[in-house]
């Protein structure tokens, strides 16, 4: 079977498969043969991850250090740790970290995802609460026939809920 895994610094097919548990979070890291020599992947003592990454990005010796003006993390600081101080961090090294972020996600702000079900029942319980609002109108302006058409569409509508609900 073909690898089809890309060298995680410089694209070209990856030989070398690196993962990571640090505070249980899994770091994956895929590299060629010449990236892997090259960051001493080769020889695991004394590896990290995060350093490979970081250095993947980052210049190798920064010459206008980064700082956070919050709680003071220097750039250096951050690429011996792999971590940040404080939440202002994240906007003090954005330039440093964006690249990070868009070669590891699909792009550097955080969307969130809803089920496909809770978009279904919410749209759902929105088209209920039109229904029971028009119900009452409809009942006040003593048009019943509307009154009775709003009526059994409510019911099918709660039917349908339960069938989403019960999944």
Do not use: W
């Amino acid at each position: 079977m073909a690898n089809s895994l890309k060298c995680d610094l410089c694209s070209k097919p990856a030989t070398v498969h690196l993962t990571q548990i640090v505070n249980n979070k899994i770091h994956k890291v895929d590299l060629c043969e010449a990236c892997a020599q090259a960051k001493g992947v080769t020889d695991p003592s004394g590896f990290s991850l995060a350093d490979l990454l970081l250095k993947a990005s980052l210049n190798p010796e920064p010459t206008g250090d980064i700082r956070c003006e919050s709680c003071g993390l220097t750039q250096q600081d951050f690429k011996k740790t792999g971590r940040f101080g404080c939440p202002a961090c994240y906007q003090a090294f954005s330039t440093a970290l964006d690249p990070i972020l868009d070669s590891m996600h699909k792009g550097t702000t955080h969307v969130g995802k809803v089920p496909q079900r809770a978009i279904e029942r919410k749209s759902l319980y929105e088209r209920l609460t039109k229904l029971e609002t028009e119900l009452d109108q409809a009942i006040k302006s003593e048009r019943y026939e509307d009154a009775a058409r709003y009526r059994d569409e409510i019911h099918q509508v709660r039917q349908a809920v339960g069938r989403k609900t019960e999944a």
